[in-house]
Nanobody, 126 residues
Framework: HVQLVESGGGSVQPGGSLALSCAVS??????????TGWFRQAPGQEREGVAS????????TYADSVKGRFNISQDRAKSTVSLQMNNLKPEDTAMYYC??????????????????WGQGTQVTVS
């Protein structure tokens, strides 16, 4: 049974930084398709993919809107996936979720490709 718990959200001024962490347990079957993704959802908007990282090989994928500002990384020994967010903008304000599943590389920023989700953590930039 896969469980994910996010932490690290909060409020920050534009241009500031925040780091999110996702503790993952019960995941992974050792296949190259298993990955963890970060998603966000603002009120009235669809959930969108922000970044993902493959458990094996650490291949990363980023949404164009966050490239060069956000960095996803993992510590497999601690079973955590982190999202470092720099130069934050008001449009980054949203509830941020982490998710995990076996997902092909071409679908890793699609929310519907994931079945295991955390409860979310709020990020506010203002």
């Amino acid at each position: 049974h896969v469980q994910l718990v996010e932490s690290g959200g909060g409020s920050v001024q534009p241009g500031g930084s925040l780091a999110l962490s996702c503790a993952v347990s019960g995941n992974g079957d050792g296949s190259g398709y298993w990955c963890t993704g970060w998603f966000r959802q603002a009120p009235g908007q669809e959930r969108e993919g922000v970044a993902s990282i493959a458990t094996v090989g650490s291949q990363t994928t980023y949404a164009d809107s966050v490239k060069g500002r956000f960095n996803i990384s993992q510590d497999r020994a601690k079973s955590t996936v982190s999202l470092q967010m720099n130069n934050l903008k008001p449009e980054d304000t949203a509830m941020y979720y982490c998710a995990a599943d076996r997902v092909p590389a071409t679908r890793r920023l699609l929310a519907r490709a994931y079945n295991h989700w955390g409860q979310g953590t709020q990020v506010t930039v203002s």
